[in-house]
């Protein structure tokens, strides 16, 4: 089982720019949330996505979207990039079937926007 | 005032010592979380507990619904402990809520 895989893990961006990040969860897993760290912050949880819908948002701008794929794999995308979208952005995957909601994270994609 | 509140945000201890850290909220929880993050940026669960007390090794979490507060202890402190503990409650519907998170240094 490779557990949470996410893809790049290092991007580098201007502003204005768009971004992909992708995030494959555990293997068994439904559900996958994103999640925006900043540097000497905890976790900020962007969105959430289920069944292939946003299921959940945070408070964040539409810039901010995302895609869940058939075999449970997402993407988030951000548009227009500001230097404070610069940040490590976590995926987190669990599954809404079980009596938890346990969350597996990935190793993370560090955003840098310049 | 956050909804999740830890404290002390930075800890330094010597290698054998008893470490706690504290977490307080303020919002419904259906479970609370202690999770590890190294340098890098990996996040590894620790603990989900919504009662009582959980042990895993040298790591302790308890948790207080009624005062809504859980702690996190580490027995017989070691240098590879060195990381950030993060607690996380969870809401119903899934999300996770973070604090900012312990930085905790274990010197040899």
């Known amino acids: 089982d490779a557990g949470v895989t996410q893809s790049p893990t290092h991007l580098i961006k201007t502003r204005g720019q768009q971004v992909t990040l992708r995030c494959s969860p555990k293997s068994g897993h439904d559900t996958v949330s994103w999640y925006q760290q900043a540097l000497g912050q905890g976790p900020q949880f962007i969105f959430q996505y289920y069944e292939e819908e946003e299921r959940q948002r945070g408070n964040f701008p539409d810039r901010f979207s995302g895609h869940q794929f058939p075999n449970y794999s997402s993407e988030l995308n951000v548009n227009a990039l500001l230097l404070g979208d610069s940040a490590l952005y976590l995926c987190a995957s669990s599954t809404l079937r079980g009596p938890s909601y346990e969350q597996y994270f990935g190793p993370g994609t560090r955003l840098t926007v310049t | 005032k956050n909804e999740v509140e830890q404290s002390p945000q930075n800890l330094t201890a010597q290698e054998g010592e008893f470490i706690t850290i504290n977490c307080s909220y303020s919002?419904?929880?259906?479970?609370l979380h202690w999770l590890q993050q190294h340098p890098g940026g990996g996040i590894v669960s620790l603990f989900m507990?919504?009662?009582g007390k959980k042990k895993h090794g040298r790591l302790i979490a308890t948790i207080n619904i009624q005062e809504k507060h859980s702690s996190l202890h580490i027995t017989a402190s070691h240098p590879r402990d060195s990381a950030v503990y993060i607690c996380?409650?969870?809401?119903?519907?899934?999300?996770?809520?973070f604090g900012k998170g312990t930085k905790l240094s274990v010197k040899p």
């Open positions: 996380a409650v969870g809401g119903s519907q899934g999300n996770l809520i």
């Open positions: 507990l919504s009662s």
């Open positions: 919002v419904g929880i259906s479970a």
